[in-house]
């Protein structure tokens, strides 16, 4: 599952995966959270905005079904 694989990478990074997420969605997010936390890894970048773009996919079939 998506959240599986997002929860892995909060394990190994910590809030920064929950910034660079927000970001990807469109949110024009400066800090997350209040303090100063590290940086992302390019993979793990990628491999989140591919979490990010599956769900998106995803909902985007989920609504048209239903409409």
Do not use: H
């Not at 905005?49 to 995803?58: F, L, N, P, S, Y």
């Amino acid at each position: 599952m998506m959240t599986d694989c997002i929860a892995a990478l909060v394990k190994k990074f910590g809030r920064p995966v929950y910034r660079e997420g927000l970001r990807m969605m469109g949110y024009n997010v400066k800090v997350f959270p209040r303090w100063e936390s590290g940086e992302l890894t390019e993979g793990a970048k990628a491999e989140l905005e591919d979490i990010v773009t599956k769900a998106r996919i995803g909902g985007q079939a989920k609504a048209s079904a239903v409409s």
